[in-house]
């Protein structure tokens, strides 16, 4: 009765420190917004990090920045390195997570030629029905920046959802690792027996 009491109280303990160890697995995920980088920290649960710290570092490693996250666990910081950075959360108590955005100068240049050749394209049609329009390049790049930014803001957020819900501990982990423990313990039992025969 006493060995029973006993392996039941630490499958309790092992359920109960497998539960607490998972839930305070950190997440942090961002993307570049113009110079900025936005982004959001939570742990495995889905509750966000509040009041934690968040670092930028560039490629070689040099911290280029750093913020806080809000009561929401979101963050927002300014900056002006074209290339890719790495995000790091520190959450306290050892908790780190850590997030690469790659460089996006690729994308960019290629989203820029395509953009060069339709604006080309269109200045020649205006040209030939005498329409001109007096905006400059870079205004232009700047508002279609503006709309584009507007209209994308609810796919990053949705983006933002599933990348939390993708982390979060899923019941099947939990019970494949109380299977892990009893096959454990039964070829623990396994030998024992063997050695009283």
């Not at 934690?52 to 009561?71: F, S």
């Not at 959450?91 to 050749?117: C, M, P, R, T």
């Not at 507007?150 to 982390?167: A, P, R």
């Amino acid at each position: 009765m006493n060995k029973k009491l006993f392996l039941l109280f630490s499958l309790f303990l092992i359920l109960i420190s497998v539960k607490a160890t998972l839930a305070h697995k950190v997440n942090v995920f961002g993307y570049r917004e113009v110079n900025c980088i936005i982004g959001e920290a939570y742990f495995s649960d889905g509750s966000p990090c509040k009041k934690c710290l968040v670092e930028i570092y560039d490629k070689q490693g040099k911290k280029i920045a750093q913020t806080t996250t809000d009561e929401r666990g979101k963050f927002k910081v300014l900056v002006n390195e074209k290339g890719s950075v790495k995000i790091k959360l520190i959450a306290g108590e050892g908790h780190l997570a850590e997030y690469e955005i790659e460089d996006l100068k690729e994308v960019a240049e290629k989203n820029q030629i395509s953009f060069q050749k339709e604006i080309s394209k269109k200045v020649v049609k205006s040209k030939n029905s005498q329409i001109q329009a007096s905006i400059s390049k870079d205004e232009l790049k700047n508002i279609v920046r503006e709309v584009v930014a507007k209209e994308t803001e609810g796919i990053k957020s949705m983006l933002m959802d599933l990348k939390k819900d993708m982390n979060k501990t899923k019941i099947h982990e939990i019970i494949s690792g109380i299977g892990y423990i009893f096959g454990i313990w039964g070829i623990i039992a396994l030998l024992k027996t063997r050695k009283r025969l």
